[in-house]
């Protein structure tokens, strides 16, 4: 995701206050990326229910 995007999500009015909020630790990244997977394994990308 853009720093701009979310930038926009967080309604931040400038880019380097967004900046401050987005900086993450080793450990946040990490469990971002397993949540992430999570909710896309999640996901019924096959649209089996259609």
Do not use: V
Not at 2 to 19: D, V, W, Y
Not at 26 to 47: P, S
Request: proline share 2%.
């Amino acid at each position: 995701m853009s720093l701009r995007a979310i930038q926009e999500l967080l309604g931040h009015m400038c880019p380097k206050t967004t900046a401050i909020y987005t900086r993450l630790t080793e450990t946040t990244q990490l469990n971002t990326r397993r949540i992430i997977n999570h909710l896309i394994d999640e996901l019924d990308l096959k649209g089996d229910d259609q």
